[in-house]
T-cell receptor, first 108, second 114 residues
C-alpha cells in the first residue's frame, strides 16, 4: 500500500499561494515527511521536510496536522517557474517512499 | 561543482544482456541510492548504501544488484535485463538519510530493454 496519496494535478494563479495536500494516514511516530519537486524529467529537488512541527524555509512552508496523518506544502507566491510535479515522501529509517506526485500548473 | 553524474544517459539494450549504469558523486556523501521512475508510479527506491561496503534493499530490488567499493561510486547492475526494467533511473546522494534535506539527484538514465 502507498504510504502517501496526493491529488494528481492542481492549478494555481501566478502570484497566489499554492497549497498542495498529502495524506499519510499510516505514518508512524519516527517517520519524516519530505517534499521534493521535479521539473520535466530532471532529477528531483529538495524543498522541505518535517517530523511534527510546521517548518518554513526560503522556498516553502510545511504544515503537518497534529495527528500527523496529513500535511500541506505551501508555496506562498507561486511563479511560472514553480510549474512542476511535487512529491510527498515518507522516510522510514533509511528508506524513502515517494508518492505518485501532484502536477502543479501555475497559470499566468 | 557539486554534482551526481550518471552514465550512460540513454541506453537501448536487449533482453538478457548484462549492463551497468554508473553513478558518481563528488561531495563525499555517505548515503547513496538508486530509484526507478515509471509513469503513474512516482519514484521507487531500488537499493541504497549507507557507506562503503554497506548496501541494502529498497522497495523494488528484484532484478538489480549494486556495489559500493568506493565512497564516490555506486553502480547499478542489471545481470539479465528484461523489458519490465525499461524505466528512467535516478541515482542520488546525501550525507545521510537523516540529513537528506539536500539529497542530490543525478540527471537520470533512460533505459529501454527490447
Amino acid at each position: 500500500d502507498a504510504k502517501t496519496t496526493q491529488p494528481p494535478s492542481m492549478d494555481c494563479a501566478e502570484g497566489r499561494a499554492a497549497n498542495l495536500p498529502c495524506n499519510h494516514s499510516t505514518i508512524s511516530g519516527n517517520e519524516y515527511v519530505y517534499w521534493y519537486r521535479q521539473i520535466h524529467s530532471q532529477g528531483p529537488q529538495y524543498i522541505i521536510h518535517g517530523l511534527k512541527n510546521n517548518e518554513t524555509n526560503e522556498m516553502a512552508s510545511l504544515i503537518i496536522t497534529e495527528d500527523r496523518k496529513s500535511s500541506t506544502l505551501i508555496l506562498p507566491h507561486a511563479t511560472l517557474r514553480d510549474t512542476a510535479v511535487y512529491y510527498c515522501i515518507v522516510r522510514t529509517g533509511n528508506q524513502f517512499y515517494f508518492g505518485t506526485g501532484t502536477s502543479l500548473t501555475v497559470i499566468p | 561543482e557539486a554534482q551526481v553524474t550518471q552514465n550512460p544517459r540513454y541506453l537501448i539494450t536487449v533482453t538478457g544482456k548484462k549492463l551497468t549504469v554508473t553513478c558518481s558523486q563528488n561531495m563525499n556523501h555517505e548515503y547513496m541510492s538508486w530509484y526507478r521512475q515509471d509513469p503513474g508510479l512516482g519514484l521507487r527506491q531500488i537499493y541504497y548504501s549507507m557507506n562503503v561496503e554497506v548496501t541494502d534493499k529498497g522497495d523494488v530490488p528484484e532484478g538489480y544488484k549494486v556495489s559500493r567499493k568506493e565512497k564516490r561510486n555506486f553502480p547499478l547492475i542489471l545481470e539479465s535485463p528484461s523489458p519490465n526494467q525499461t524505466s528512467l533511473y535516478f541515482c542520488a546522494s546525501s550525507f545521510g538519510p537523516g540529513l537528506a534535506r539536500t539529497q542530490y539527484f543525478g540527471p537520470g538514465t533512460r533505459l529501454l530493454v527490447l
